[in-house]
């Protein structure tokens, strides 16, 4: 059967690295919990999930996986605590990384890394509540985190961090792709599940 | 013929628990005051003791009260800056999330997968995020069980996060975690999309289940309950009645 529609195995393989991809997001985003990690966390949070999404890649076939995974990340991160923002942003770039990688080819290096970059924007979804979501935000911040934090987040996360954090995003998610490739020539091939 | 599946314990509906943890990740952020926050972190408390979970439930309860302490006292005490920065923000942190956490372990704990799946069903949750939130309910504990199996055999070859072999090679070290787990899950995920679709999971009509999800009374007593206590907490505490 060659179909372009969504099987049974394709929406497991979505569940599971979904899955992954968000409890590796969740121990690697704890670090926010210190001001400082907060713009360092934009840098390695998509070197280290480049592991798991690349394997993910590999095994994408058909158009629609990507953005199923975007919307279900959108909820969980909506349940957490990061406002309406993160649905604006995860869904969108969901979408995006997903028509790139069926223009691109499925299942080649370069259109699967320039998907990774934009995939990876999403995690903009936690900072952007910082100048987006309005002063209310910063209030709620400084009052359960104390001055201290407050003070240091805006000093490391003013509003040029913006362009800056997507930069650092996109070359963190390039590195990613390049890291996620190693390990599947290094390991997963040899397993058999890549 | 088969039986539907009675409930055996205090038992809710899995769309009632959907709707308390949404209840609560929306208000534990809002800033009202210390008790509301406290009455809102309750709730998680009673639902771990009305599924006898009672070891999770004291756990939950003196992390909780402690942060609260700790909230209420925060201006007063002041220790040296990082130290104190540390606590207050581990504090908060408790504060504001471990209530929802706590719901969410409660919903995985006491919400079999086939229960959720036919609530989902009746919610008119498409096929396209159900199948994947199941399989994310299912995976939820194997992903800690092969963690916690992982971080034996890690520790035991010294890749453990006090030790000064783990920080020669921090990314190495990352790369010993992550890798031995992903090749787990994948192998698991192999099996279970097997297992699935030998159940007839692409099989295009609507199925069936023995799973008797619908709303009782104890449903609408729990729901209209936790909104009255909640709004009843905020204008007594704020001092703003209607």
């Known amino acids: 059967m060659n179909n372009n529609k969504l099987t049974g195995k394709d929406l497991i393989t979505v569940g599971i690295y979904t899955a992954i991809y968000i409890a590796v997001v969740f121990c690697v985003g704890a670090f926010n919990a210190i001001p400082i990690f907060y713009p360092i966390f934009l840098f390695i949070g998509p070197i280290i999930t480049g592991i798991p999404m690349m394997l993910y890649y590999t095994k994408i076939e058909k158009f629609g996986m990507l953005t199923i995974m975007g919307i279900i990340c959108a909820v969980f991160f909506y349940i957490s605590g990061y406002t309406w923002i993160c649905v604006a942003i995860m869904v969108p770039t969901a979408l995006l990384a997903d028509i790139i990688l069926k223009v691109g080819g499925f299942k080649k290096f370069w ?67 390049f890291v996620g490739r190693k390990m599947m020539n290094k390991h997963f091939k040899k397993a058999g599940i890549a | 013929m088969f039986e539907h599946i009675k409930p055996k314990k205090f038992h809710l509906d899995p769309r009632t628990k959907l709707l308390l943890i949404v209840i609560i990740a929306t208000l534990e952020l809002m800033d009202v005051n210390i008790y509301f926050t406290i009455a809102v972190g309750l709730i998680p408390f009673l639902l771990f003791i009305s599924n006898r979970q009672f070891l999770g439930s004291i756990k939950y309860l003196v992390l909780f009260l402690l942060a609260a302490f700790i909230h209420v006292h925060r201006v007063e005490v002041q220790l040296n800056m990082v130290l104190n920065m540390f606590v207050v923000l581990l504090g908060a942190l408790i504060l504001k999330l471990s209530p929802a956490f706590a719901c969410a372990d409660y919903i995985i704990k006491s919400t079999g997968v086939s229960e959720m799946i ?125």
Do not use: C
């Not at chain 1, 001055?147 to 362009?163: I, S, T, V």
């Open chain 2, 118 to 242: 036919s609530a989902f069903t009746k919610m008119k949750v498409g096929r396209k995020f159900l199948i994947p939130l199941s399989v994310m309910f299912r995976f939820a504990p194997t992903i800690s069980q092969e963690r916690h199996a992982i971080h034996d055999a890690a520790a035991m070859r010294g890749i453990i996060i006090t030790r000064k072999k783990f920080w020669e090679n921090p990314l190495q070290a990352i790369e010993y975690r992550l890798v031995p787990l992903m090749i787990s899950i994948a192998n698991i995920g192999e099996d279970l999309s097997a297992a699935a679709l030998s159940r007839g999971l692409d099989n295009p009509v609507k199925h069936t289940t023995y799973t008797d999800v619908r709303f009782t009374r104890r449903d609408y007593i729990v729901a209209a309950s936790t909104v009255l206590f909640l709004t009843s907490v905020y204008f007594v505490s704020t001092g703003r009645w209607i």
């Open chain 1, 111 to 177: 259109s699967m890394a320039v998907s990774f970059m934009v995939m990876s924007l999403g995690i903009m979804a936690g900072p952007a509540n910082l100048w987006f979501a309005g002063q209310g935000y910063w209030d709620n911040i400084r009052d359960s985190m104390g001055d201290q934090y407050a003070d240091q987040l805006a000093k490391y996360m003013p509003l040029w961090m913006l362009p800056v954090g997507i930069v650092l995003i996109m070359l963190g998610a390039l590195l990613g792709a």
